[in-house]
């Protein structure tokens, strides 16, 4: 039987090898970070990530050569599903269309502002060694975090995709939208629930500025501020120390995250709700490779009971709203607020292993004792 854990880690460790052997020393400096570990403080670069323009740490397409970036892509490929490295390379090409649609204006004192060659990509630790490794690639609405762990993949996330525009018109009258599935399904199932079920799903009747729980290390009810949003020193944006959400008091409350899920758990839904869930689930799990998503575990009925989904805002296409899907292991945040509803923000997170660190803290109490 194939172990498609160790499978991906190995074509990941070749092509982590092959672009850091093409790297000058000027190049390593950026591109290459200290090995994973168990100690929170001593892994707080590998565990700081970030979802907007700002310094995501490592090596940018601009300090590398054309030969380096399909190095870059190579990795990045290794991680990704066939259709999630699709939905990548979509989402860096967007801040070209971006930037026409603020015509080509915007100006925060670099070069280029919106630009698709501000992404990052770092690794940590020596790729296919004895020791652990992982390696993190993000910029403006991507961030893809991975650990390696005895030859095998132990952590996918925090995994964040973005869209903005989130709707943007092709030739012929279509219309590209990378993340639509996962805002059409979720609408879809929320609309179908009976009026008692819908009135404990939507938490709140406004839509929060941004996901929950932020770019947080960890997830928990603190509340992340605006600023923390941006490398420091890199951008000041209005309202800087006010709650990235935009919600306090009660509303915050309402929408707070919780040990316990609120909203409505799958085992409440009927068999065409589930299946719209399942689905839903897809458009996220599915962002890995075969054989890495955790979807099959949604197969088992008891599994997808406990799965809950909240929304806040309206349930009518086009304007803004948000939702989750919470269960053991998972943790999922979709919004569409700003832009006139066209600003897509979609992470999936894993509560009790972002970044694999209780996999680093029993491999370091197994490999390292005193």
């Known amino acids: 039987m194939i172990d498609a854990a160790r499978e991906v880690a190995s074509r990941m460790a070749e092509a982590a090898q092959a672009w850091l052997a093409s790297l000058n020393a000027d190049q390593l400096a950026l591109a290459a970070g200290p090995p994973p570990d168990a100690d929170g403080t001593a892994d707080a670069e590998r565990t700081r ?12 397409f601009h300090q590398q050569r054309p030969a380096q970036h399909r190095l870059v892509m ?9 259709a999630g490295y699709t939905t990548v390379a979509t989402v860096l ?25 501000m992404y990052y990509l770092r690794v940590f630790g020596e790729p296919g060694g004895q020791r652990p490794w992982g390696w993190r690639f993000g910029g403006h609405h991507v961030s893809l975090n991975y650990l390696v762990v005895d030859g095998r993949v132990a952590a996918t996330t925090p995994c964040f995709l973005g869209a903005d525009p989130a709707a943007s018109p092709l030739l012929g009258g279509a219309t590209l939208r990378p993340l639509g599935t996962a805002e059409d399904l979720a609408r879809e199932l929320v609309r179908s629930l009976r009026p008692e079920s819908a009135a404990r799903a939507v938490l709140l009747g406004r839509a929060p500025n941004d996901i929950v729980a932020g770019n947080s290390d960890r997830i928990g009810d603190r509340v992340v501020r605006r600023s923390e949003l941006w490398r420091p020193g890199q951008h000041t944006p209005d309202g800087a120390e006010n709650p990235a959400t935009g919600l306090y008091g009660t509303d915050q409350q309402a929408l707070a995250l919780t040990p316990a899920p609120k909203g409505v758990p799958g085992a409440e839904l009927d068999t065409t709700q589930r299946e719209l869930l399942r689905a839903l689930l ?31 805002g309206s349930t009518t296409a086009g304007e803004p709203h948000y939702y989750r899907l919470q269960g053991p292991r998972l943790l999922v945040e979709w919004t569409n607020i700003h832009r006139g509803v066209n600003h897509a923000h979609a992470v999936w997170r894993d509560p009790e292993s972002d970044f694999g660190g209780d996999v680093l803290a029993a491999h370091h109490a197994a490999h390292h004792r005193p």
């Open 49 to 60: 990530w970030y979802y907007t323009p700002t310094d995501h740490g490592g090596l940018t």
């Open 74 to 82: 190579r990795l990045v490929a290794s991680g990704l599903s066939e």
């Open 93 to 117: 090409g967007l801040e070209n269309v971006l930037d026409r649609v603020e015509g080509f204006s915007v100006n925060w004192g670099r070069e280029r502002s919106r630009d698709p060659a």
């Open 282 to 312: 897809a458009t996220y799990l599915d962002r890995v490779p075969d054989g890495l998503s955790r979807l099959p575990l949604y197969d088992d009925p008891a599994a997808l009971d406990t799965v809950h989904l909240a929304w806040a």
